[in-house]
């Protein structure tokens, strides 16, 4: 239902954090690597393989130039979502200008630099608009979020700040 790709294996550590979030939901995906500079071959036909298995939603992260998720939406008209990754001459910024200034016509969803988590969840939100029990799930996982803030938002109120951090904040 969704691929990931990634420009490298050094950006697994990364993307590691969207094929979690999928297993967390039950989201079927499959995930490897293929570089749009140095194995544009592969890249097509990884495209061209997962539209005609059914795939819904790409996710492509890459680092630097980050061409990936660019080149991977001029080859489909699936919704693909860019996770620009951190580099270390940049600090990430260089990944994600390049994915979010795509040229019109050919749009790129992008997240913050490093935010495989929440590549995953766009596309699951994507996936839920045709999958009520995906759309359900997704729900739920809101309002467990809503009910963890209110939790720690009861407990500052109660405790005070510093109560709070040295009982929460230094373990």
Do not use: C, W
């Amino acid at each position: 239902m969704v691929l990931i790709l990634m420009g490298s294996d050094s950006d697994l550590p990364i993307m590691k954090k969207a094929a979690e979030v999928l297993e967390k939901f039950g989201v079927p995906y499959y995930m490897t690597v293929a570089s749009a500079h140095r194995t544009p071959d592969r890249v097509e036909r990884l495209v061209k393989e997962a539209e005609a298995k059914g795939t819904k939603v790409i996710i492509a992260g890459a680092g630097g130039a980050a061409h990936l998720p660019g080149v991977v939406a001029a080859l489909t008209t699936l919704p693909v979502i860019g996770v620009p990754i951190k580099t270390s001459s940049l600090n990430g910024l260089d990944s994600l200008l390049s994915i979010v200034q795509m040229p019109a016509g050919i749009p790129v969803a992008t997240v913050a630099i490093n935010g495989a988590e929440n590549a995953a969840l766009l596309a699951i939100a994507i996936l839920a608009t045709s999958d009520e029990i995906l759309a359900r799930k997704l729900k739920e996982y809101r309002e467990e979020m809503m009910k963890k803030v209110e939790e720690k938002a009861e407990k500052l109120d109660n405790l005070g700040y510093k109560a709070y951090i040295e009982n929460f904040l230094n373990k």
